[in-house]
């Protein structure tokens, strides 16, 4: 008898699909859906449909993300009778303007929006912050529905209800908390970013994990190649977890008057650095950098050296930058930070990766901090 082909044993049956989630956001203002799926097939129409009965749909997009995903979606709206107009704004953190917002409104109202129509940010933070501005403010409010697609975006942007827009001033100056009907993530969408937009997004997923949650910094420690190489369970269980932790944060105090301050873990200092590299940086890449220095910056408090370590290790993992003495950080951003009370802010200090404490810094011995620490 001829030895049985060694290929036959090989043969396994296939992996199962990774589990889909629903998760709900619930606040004092809002109840809402995150879903999050593998593909961006008829369950999006569903969601967007059954989120927005009535209403005329406003796409909002950027030009990148209208080029790969706008068509598909208006044609199948328009497919289950949805009337639908498409609106993109240049792509990047220049479109996040009032001017941009202004233009946006004249295009609306051009078109007659009313009260009972809705907005889709289609999109990255970008995108997702200025549609759920302008939605929150044309016409006093209409409805919108998020649709991100970038790791960022899903992780965190797309849910809350912050919404903005950057002043010369400083980044996110002038916005609205204005909940969304419903926030729905395609992993499709999210594969079509680049590897560098998706490493930035994975940024807040170490943000949350490293405020609230030991487990799921250990995970994206274990799992960042897997991660970064758009593994799906991994992925899936990772932004779901991290949006879940979010939405506990927001349902508990969604107009940031104590405890969702720790969602701005990494952003004082992360936001400077941002404002000084004019934008060239991403945000999640500036943040990441934040969370390093404001770690290093509890280490002059007493603070164990252990998180700096940790938080670098999981930086380089991820590919994200890790050193921020070159970095060009703009010290009049930091003494404008919008968090600010006085001349202090309410800085989130991690103790241990896990664990988050809020403390009262002021302003200037964290901008000498910063100071002393380029100057080296
Ligand atoms: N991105 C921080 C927050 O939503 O509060």
Known sequence: LAPPDPALKIKTAPAPEPVERRLC??????????ELRHDAGAWLIDAI?????????????????AALHADALTRALVGRGRQVT????????????????????????????CRTDAVVALGGGVVGDLAGFVASTILRGIRSVQVPTTTLA?????????????????KNLIGTFHQPQAVLIAREHLATQNPRQHAAGLAEVVKI????DALLFERVERDAKALLEFAPQPLLDVIARAVELKALVVGRDEREQGERAILNYGHTIGHAIESGERFRLL????????????AEWAVTQGGSP??????????????????WTAARIDLGALALDKKRQGEEVRLPVVPKPGTVELRNVSLEALASFVQRRTAT
């Open 306 to 323: 252990k998180v700096v370590e940790r938080l670098s290790a999981l930086a380089k993992a991820l590919a994200l930058p890790t050193s």
């Open 49 to 65: 449909d059954a989120a927005t009965p009535n209403a005329r749909l406003f796409i909002l997009t950027d030009q990148t993300v």
């Open 283 to 294: 945000h999640g890449e500036a943040v990441m950098l934040g969370m390093l220095a404001e």
């Open 154 to 170: 899903a992780v965190d942007a797309s849910v809350g209800g912050k919404t903005a827009v950057n002043s010369p001033r400083g």
């Open 86 to 113: 498409l609106h993109s704004v240049p792509a990047g953190e220049g479109s996040k303007t009032l001017e941009t917002a202004s233009r946006l409104y004249d295009e609306l109202l051009l078109a007659g929006v």
């Open 25 to 34: 956001v619930t606040t004092p203002s809002a109840t809402y859906n995150v």
């Open 209 to 212: 994990a490293a405020t609230s």
